[in-house]
């Protein structure tokens, strides 16, 4: 006999929605994305296998603080719009992006964004991935995970973005992805 197995709520503020932009404007993307200025991700001495930019702000991980860079390329303009469509804020509140370049077996570990930032929101491209969120829960690890389909977006706000850790194991193709911040007023 087969037990019903019934999948966890998502956490709170976590929202996820497919196709929130068309193929063509995905293959558009990808090809000026594949001429950015890509450098390993590097953090406390550490290389990852996931290559970054950052546009509107950067982390510096070693000062523990936010610099200011170039602006977000208007290439982007586009999708930060959507973004912030999808999020229902305003673009302008959107004045980080991140873009990172996952190689077939590239992941990211359990994390938290940076106290710094508020809203994140995450478009994938290309290939899919397991987005997986955590948190303590006692002895035990709450945990809830989807796929992000290509061309998806996923929004953490709320207890989301500052309860749950989230990371994506190993991808098994080439991935990229374009990661919106809202800053917090207070930093």
């Given at each position: 006999?087969?037990?019903?197995?019934?999948?966890?709520?998502?956490?709170?503020?976590?929202?996820?929605?497919?196709?929130?932009?068309?193929?063509?404007?995905?293959?558009?993307l990808v090809e000026r994305i594949?001429?950015?200025?890509?450098?390993?991700?590097?953090?406390?001495?550490?290389?990852?296998?996931?290559?970054?930019?950052?546009?509107?702000?950067?982390?510096?991980?070693?000062?523990?603080?936010?610099?200011?860079?170039?602006?977000?390329?208007?290439?982007?303009?586009?999708?930060?719009?959507?973004?912030?469509?999808?999020?229902?804020?305003?673009?302008?509140?959107?004045?980080?992006?991140?873009?990172?370049?996952?190689?077939?077996?590239?992941?990211?570990?359990?994390?938290?964004?940076?106290?710094?930032?508020?809203?994140?929101?995450?478009?994938?491209?290309v290939s899919s991935c397991a987005?997986?969120?955590?948190?303590?829960?006692?002895?035990?690890?709450?945990?809830?995970?989807?796929?992000?389909?290509?061309?998806?977006?996923?929004?953490?706000?709320?207890?989301?973005?500052?309860?749950?850790?989230?990371?994506?194991?190993?991808?098994?193709?080439?991935?990229?992805?374009?990661?919106?911040?809202?800053?917090?007023?207070?930093?």
């Amino acid at each position: 006999m087969m037990k019903n197995v019934t999948k966890p709520a998502p956490p709170e503020g976590l929202r996820y929605q497919a196709d929130v932009l068309p193929p063509d404007e995905e293959q558009g993307l990808v090809e000026r994305i594949r001429e950015l200025p890509l450098k390993e991700f590097e953090f406390h001495g550490y290389v990852g296998k996931r290559r970054v930019v950052s546009y509107g702000w950067h982390y510096d991980f070693a000062e523990r603080r936010l610099h200011k860079v170039d602006e977000i390329p208007d290439f982007l303009l586009p999708l930060r719009y959507r973004a912030a469509a999808f999020a229902e804020v305003a673009p302008e509140e959107l004045s980080h992006a991140l873009v990172t370049e996952y190689g077939a077996g590239a992941a990211i570990g359990w994390h938290r964004d940076k106290g710094v930032f508020g809203d994140v929101i995450g478009v994938s491209l290309v290939s899919s991935c397991a987005f997986r969120l955590r948190r303590k829960a006692g002895s035990k690890w709450e945990r809830y995970s989807l796929t992000a389909e290509p061309r998806s977006a996923y929004l953490l706000r709320g207890p989301s973005r500052t309860e749950w850790e989230h990371s994506i194991p190993a991808v098994d193709s080439l991935r990229y992805s374009v990661t919106f911040r809202t800053l917090l007023a207070d930093r």
